[in-house]
């Protein structure tokens, strides 16, 4: 069984419904696109783990703090990282994303440091497809959420993010609309 940690936007805050109506919504930005599943807004901080009878979630320190910048949109060729916004790797998110390779994969301390170093690149999905992006659907996507944004009282990507949130044990196998949260616990801070 493949099981993902997710990290997402407190449910309760305007950003979390925010984020869901860009991924409900931006699959309408070109027809090339109308095929593209919805899902939760989230950054993956480690995908892979395999299910056993521990509470994964119970293993974690889940500092309150926590914040999450985006940094900008961004395009890439992967199913999962198809149109997404690029996120800052504070050091709470690389420590967090590093405790879970040692608590939850059986990393090394140091192995866990070199892959979040030189492989973890958080991210926050809006468009899963396999589709290629030309330019012409570059340009419909960035005119969407350009617009979404402004709609929602962002100018810039300064101050996009949120605090905290909820830590989801995510079965991640199959097609998306099967997903199935698993365990949550969500942020004190």
């Given at each position: 069984?493949?099981?993902?940690?997710?990290?997402?936007?407190?449910?309760?805050?305007p950003?979390?419904?925010?984020l869901?109506?860009?991924?409900?919504?931006?699959?309408?930005?070109?027809?090339?696109?109308?095929?593209?599943?919805?899902?939760?807004p989230?950054?993956?901080v480690?995908?892979?783990l395999?299910?056993?009878?521990?509470?994964?979630?119970?293993?974690?320190?889940?500092?309150?703090?926590?914040?999450?910048?985006?940094?900008?949109?961004?395009?890439?060729?992967?199913?999962f990282?198809?149109?997404?916004?690029?996120?800052?790797?504070?050091?709470?998110?690389?420590?967090?994303?590093?405790e879970?390779?040692?608590?939850?994969?059986?990393?090394?301390?140091?192995?866990?440091?070199?892959?979040?170093?030189?492989?973890y690149?958080?991210?926050?999905s809006?468009?899963y497809?396999?589709?290629?992006?030309?330019?012409?659907?570059?340009e419909?996507?960035w005119?969407?959420?350009?617009?979404?944004?402004?709609?929602?009282?962002?100018?810039?990507?300064?101050?996009?993010?949120?605090?905290?949130?909820?830590?989801?044990?995510?079965?991640?196998?199959?097609?998306?609309?099967?997903?199935?949260v698993l365990?949550?616990?969500?942020?004190?801070?």
């Amino acid at each position: 069984m493949a099981l993902s940690l997710w990290l997402t936007p407190p449910p309760e805050s305007p950003l979390y419904a925010q984020l869901s109506q860009l991924i409900f919504e931006l699959p309408e930005a070109d027809p090339s696109l109308k095929s593209s599943p919805a899902f939760l807004p989230h950054i993956t901080v480690i995908s892979g783990l395999s299910q056993t009878n521990t509470s994964y979630l119970t293993l974690l320190n889940f500092p309150g703090e926590l914040a999450v910048s985006v940094k900008s949109l961004a395009f890439g060729g992967a199913y999962f990282k198809k149109v997404f916004f690029s996120i800052e790797r504070s050091h709470a998110l690389a420590e967090l994303a590093k405790e879970a390779r040692v608590k939850l994969a059986n990393m090394s301390e140091d192995e866990a440091q070199q892959t979040v170093e030189n492989e973890y690149d958080p991210h926050a999905s809006l468009v899963y497809n396999d589709v290629e992006l030309n330019e012409t659907i570059k340009e419909a996507v960035w005119c969407v959420v350009k617009e979404k944004l402004e709609k929602f009282g962002y100018t810039t990507w300064e101050g996009l993010g949120w605090k905290g949130g909820q830590l989801l044990l995510v079965l991640t196998e199959g097609p998306v609309d099967q997903w199935t949260v698993l365990e949550t616990i969500t942020s004190t801070g």
